[in-house]
């Protein structure tokens, strides 16, 4: 159990060592990661919730380049970190891959939902701060200093100190290319574009295609029904999980190419790139004093699903922190392991391996089987009494 009183004694040792204004924990980036690692926090160790702040340096709703597609184990979790779903987004109820050229269709009521990440988030936060979480915008952190009993955090907004450091800033994070140095580099590319539906039917239908694997794409293209000022739109995007070496797809041509099929020129489109990072067994995820969480520390990269993956770490980093604070020990030396035994370590494992597979070459002739046998699979679990709840992504 967390003794309160060791991290209200450690508080407050802190406090008088330094002149700068300094918390135990300081948060970096306020999307999914960052909010559910604040919110686990407040549950698991609420000693240290009024000593937590959270840095973010856009002002929500802010954009971020996104399917928003969230499965039914992205809503579990939101459950689980007391998070209501109140931007409900377009609920889904068919998905249809395309694989080695057959069309497999999965129907279900609910099977998962879209939404603009602008409001989820916006949302997020609110809800964050309802619960009495300390949430700076417009503070952007742009260096990290380490000293021996913490780390200095330079931002727009002046300079903070903190015992522990959470890098939940994303995909490109400082705090990773600053404080958790890496060789390996692990990344999958994604271009986006969002166009308006002449048409309003079909919004329930998310599609997945990944044809373009025999033109060594690893990785598919998406369409998602989405919602643009009340209006019916498509989010048309592509992912390279980029897992495997060798010759890489030409992703901007093959958007394209998919955007004229619905009509629309690339002069009139506007197309958006951002990167994801993978996850892999071996990787560093932690440095004495700092941790990182969501897409700064990896995500799956069969799917590339990442707003679920994001909120799942918060409370595998919260865990670490109370410990952390009741053993006075703040190497985090434990941090990667506690995630690959954690219920997202497995998942992320799982799906990592999945897409090394998958993405491979040898594999591309039974894709089609690969399809059959998810099929299957997918309508035992309909029929069975097998709860739906528990599954991810189908
Ligand atoms: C094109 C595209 C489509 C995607 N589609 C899906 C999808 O349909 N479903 C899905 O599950 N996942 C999807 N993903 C992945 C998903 O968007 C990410 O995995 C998810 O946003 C990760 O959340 P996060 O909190 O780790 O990072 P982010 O959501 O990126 O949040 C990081 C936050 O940190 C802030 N920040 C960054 N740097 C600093 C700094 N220096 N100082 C202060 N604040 C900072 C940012 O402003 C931001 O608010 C997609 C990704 C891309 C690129």
């Known amino acids: 159990m967390l003794d309160k009183n060791v991290i209200n004694v450690h508080i407050h040792h802190f406090e008088q060592a330094t002149t700068v204004p300094e918390k135990s924990v300081i948060i970096v980036g306020s999307g999914p990661a960052g909010i559910a690692t604040a919110m686990s926090i407040i549950k698991m160790a609420p000693a240290l919730a009024n000593d937590m702040l959270v840095l973010e340096k856009a002002r929500h709703p802010r954009h971020k380049p996104c399917g928003g597609g ?31 050229g057959r069309p497999f269709n999965f129907e279900r009521e609910n099977l998962m939902r879209i939404v603009r990440r602008d409001e989820f988030d916006a949302d997020l936060v609110m809800q964050a701060r309802d619960a009495g979480i300390e949430i700076r915008e417009d503070t952007a952190v742009h260096d990290l200093i380490r000293r021996e009993d913490g780390i200095v955090i330079e931002s727009s907004a002046g300079t903070f100190k903190t015992k522990v450091l959470v890098g939940a800033d ?6 990773r290319r600053k404080l958790v140095r890496e060789s390996d580099t692990r990344v999958s590319r994604l271009l986006e574009a969002v166009i308006p539906l002449a048409r309003q039917d079909d ?52 958007l394209s190419d998919r955007l004229s099929s ?40 069969w799917l590339g699903e990442g707003i679920s993956i994001a909120l799942g770490y918060g409370p595998v980093a919260a865990r670490a922190i109370r410990d952390a604070f009741a053993t006075q020990d703040f190497s985090f030396s434990g941090y990667r392991d506690l995630i690959l035994t954690s ?52």
Do not use: C
Not at 170 to 175: E, P, Q, R, Y
């Open 70 to 100: 969230l499965t039914a184990f992205a809503d579990q979790t939101l459950d689980e970190l007391g998070l209501r779903k109140r931007i409900a987004g377009i609920a889904v109820h068919k998905v249809r891959f395309l694989l080695g």
């Open 170 to 175: 994303g995909a490109n994070s400082l705090v």
């Open 203 to 254: 919004q329930n239908t998310a599609i997945f295609d990944f044809s373009a694997m025999r033109q060594n794409l690893r990785g598919y293209i998406w369409e998602f029904p989405t919602q643009v000022g009340g209006k019916a739109h498509l989010n048309i995007g592509i992912f390279d999980s980029r897992i495997h070496g060798g010759p890489r797809a030409n992703i901007r041509k093959l």
């Open 343 to 394: 219920k997202l370590g497995k998942l992320l494992n799982r799906n990592r391996r999945v897409a090394g597979l998958f993405y491979s070459r040898p594999a591309r002739p039974f894709l089609a089987a690969f399809g059959r046998a998810l099929a299957i699979q997918f309508d035992l679990r309909k029929h069975s009494s097998f709860h739906l709840r528990r599954q991810h992504v189908l």
């Open 262 to 301: 619905h009509g629309f020129s690339n002069a009139e489109t506007q197309i958006e790139g951002h990167p994801e990072r993978w996850f892999s067994p071996r990787g560093i995820y932690a440095q004495p004093n700092v941790l990182l969480v969501g897409d700064a520390a990896g995500i799956e990269p």
